[in-house]
Nanobody, 124 residues
Framework: QVQLVESGGGLVQPGGSLRLSCAAS????????MGWFRQAPGKEREFVAA????????YYADSVKGRFTISRDTAKNTVYLQMSSLKPEDTAVYYC?????????????????WGQGTQVTVSS
């Protein structure tokens, strides 16, 4: 079992930036992918970005490509999501997730471990 703890959410103005962090503990040696999802009120949880833990290859949803960057620090077992040029439609609870399989599929049901979520609000 992997435990995930997110931090870094908050209120930011449109066009601003924010960095989320997710620290993993437990059976982290078996991590295939770590990813970020988000869920806005009344909407389903959606994929944002993912990183293959062993080699660092990255994947993004079209809606955030060019604005968000996912990265990892393997020594700290931490994954980051740098968000720039934020828009009001980026407002959501952001969740960190991990999975054992290294297959590049990114549905929410493909990830077995989840953090508690951190609120990101983009508003003037």
């Amino acid at each position: 079992q992997v435990q995930l703890v997110e931090s870094g959410g908050g209120l930011v103005q449109p066009g601003g930036s924010l960095r989320l962090s997710c620290a993993a503990s437990g059976r982290t040696f078996s991590t295939g992918f770590m990813g970020w999802f988000r869920q806005a009120p009344g909407k389903e949880r959606e994929f944002v970005a993912a990183i293959r833990w062993s080699i660092g290859s990255t994947y993004y949803a079209d809606s955030v490509k060019g604005r968000f960057t996912i990265s990892r620090d393997t020594a700290k077992n931490t994954v980051y999501l740098q968000m720039s040029s934020l828009k009001p439609e980026d407002t959501a609870v952001y969740y960190c997730a991990s999975r054992v399989s290294p297959s590049a599929v990114f549905g929410a049901s493909d990830f077995g471990s989840w953090g508690q979520g951190t609120q990101v609000t983009v508003s003037s």
